[in-house]
């Protein structure tokens, strides 16, 4: 059905900016995954300083992106679409930004709880304000895992609707995000 004149793509803008952050949330879940079984010195300490660059970069560009979003917002969600799928899709992309700028901050206050710097991509340290604290350190460590799992648990749910919308319900959904793809937007969606 035609959107009579709606826009049925993400700009070019907010394309770049998911696959930007969706490039360095596999390096950072990567990166999650095996710095923390390797043993103490300094390659376990360049890891967590990529890790913790990575994270500031995400948030950075998350933040951007809203405000990009505020200028051109997403395009409409299928009329054909049910409701509960439209709901969902805004719950999960709400969490989304939620957890990141959860996740962020957690991070940040748990390396300065720790008494760990956080050094962004070797070239300058984000100072701390707070004096080293275990106690708040525990928590905040705990805390920091939990919202990991919690974020991978949605970003999956967001890749696994996305697959079933393409490959099962053959909409145009994940096209509307892919560049170089309005060809083929165009003919699944007149199909």
């Known amino acids: 059905?035609?959107?009579?004149?709606?826009?049925?793509?993400?700009?070019?803008?907010?394309?770049?900016?998911?696959?930007?952050?969706v490039a360095l949330f596999c390096g950072l879940f990567y990166l999650a995954w095996i710095m923390t079984d390797l043993p103490l010195g300094p390659e376990k300490f360049r890891l967590y300083n990529l890790h913790k660059s990575l994270g500031v970069t995400i948030a950075a560009l998350t933040l951007l992106r809203l405000v990009w979003r505020s200028f051109s917002p997403p395009p409409p969600l299928p009329r054909t679409m049910p409701l509960w799928q439209k709901r969902m899709a805004r719950i999960t992309h709400f969490l989304i930004y939620l957890l990141v700028f959860m996740q962020a901050?957690?991070?940040?206050l748990h390396s300065w709880s720790a008494d760990f710097p956080i050094v962004i991509f070797g070239l300058f340290t984000i100072p701390s304000p707070i004096a080293p604290n275990e106690v708040l350190e525990a928590i905040l460590?705990?805390?920091h895992?939990?919202?990991?799992?919690?974020?991978?648990?949605?970003?999956?749910?967001?890749?696994?609707?996305?697959l079933h919308?393409?490959?099962?319900?053959?909409?145009?959904?994940?096209?509307?995000?892919?560049?170089?793809?309005?060809a083929l937007q165009e003919k699944r969606r007149k199909a």
């Open 141 to 143: 460590n705990w805390t």
């Open 165 to 182: 919308h393409h490959f099962v319900l053959k909409d145009d959904i994940l096209l509307r995000m892919i560049p170089g793809t309005a």
């Open 1 to 21: 059905m035609p959107y009579l004149g709606e826009v049925r793509r993400y700009s070019l803008v907010a394309q770049i900016f998911h696959w930007i952050i």
């Open 105 to 108: 901050p957690v991070g940040i």
């Open 145 to 162: 895992f939990i919202i990991g799992w919690l974020f991978f648990a949605v970003l999956l749910t967001h890749v696994l609707a996305a």
